[in-house]
Antibody, heavy 121, light 108 residues
């Protein structure tokens, strides 16, 4: 069974930092591209970042570029998101989501349960 | 920047066909995917590459994409299909993932 389990969320003050983790199991993590997608309370889905299986290609949405860093450790089947200079508008549930190879476009086939990040003073 | 537009809400009677649209400039030239999200749960992929269904997704879910509009169609809609639905595309020109704003499907 595929499992993606996020952790590391919590309450942080504006300007602060937080590191999210996503532990993967039940599939060949090292062959999948991975993503972070967030959802502000009561709002829609908002893609944050993408990383290929080998870490060779990374993309970010404009609003987090220079503040967030995606990384992965294939030996530990884990994905990370280092968030710094956090703003109120970064408050959201953060999901990690996998993107399969062999598909013509970027889709998210498995999602974790999400971890809530609250940025507030 | 590229945008995808969905109607905020769609209503359908049980057993009828629900159609949820997603509009974007030349969207038919991109691959559209659809996600279902029920309250308090994570999104679930229901359609990708226009009309492919992942394993476990009922046949009543189908998709199409032409011109500027992608459509998710649910035939014989059931009460369990009541959820928020999001369309998604990959904009290769900017290397960005785009989500539509979401459509709340009500089955009544």
């Amino acid at each position: 069974e595929v499992q993606l389990v996020e952790s590391g969320g919590g309450l942080v003050q504006p300007g602060g930092s937080l590191r999210l983790s996503c532990a993967a199991s039940g599939f060949s993590f090292s062959t999948y591209s991975m993503n972070w997608v967030r959802q502000a309370p009561g709002k829609g889905l908002d893609w944050v970042s993408y990383m290929t299986s080998s870490s060779s290609t990374i993309y970010y949405t404009d609003s987090v570029k220079g503040r967030f860093t995606i990384s992965r450790d294939n030996a530990k089947n884990s994905l990370y998101l280092q968030m710094s200079s956090l703003r109120d508008e970064d408050t959201a549930v953060y999901y990690c989501a996998s993107s399969p190879s062999g598909v013509a476009t970027l889709v998210f086939d498995y999602w974790g349960q999400g971890t809530l990040v609250t940025v507030s003073s | 920047s590229y945008e995808l537009t969905q109607p905020p809400s769609v209503s359908v009677s049980p057993g009828q066909t629900a159609s949820i649209t997603c509009s974007g400039d030349k969207l038919g030239n991109k691959y559209a995917s659809w996600y279902q999200q029920k309250p308090g749960l994570s999104p679930v992929l229901v359609i990708y590459q226009h009309n492919w269904r992942p394993s476990g997704i009922p046949e009543r879910f189908s998709g199409s994409n032409s011109g500027n509009t992608a459509t998710l169609t649910i035939s014989g809609t059931q009460a369990m299909d009541e959820a928020d639905y999001y369309c998604q595309a990959w904009d290769s020109s900017t290397a960005r993932v785009i989500f539509g704003g979401g459509t709340k499907l009500t089955v009544l």
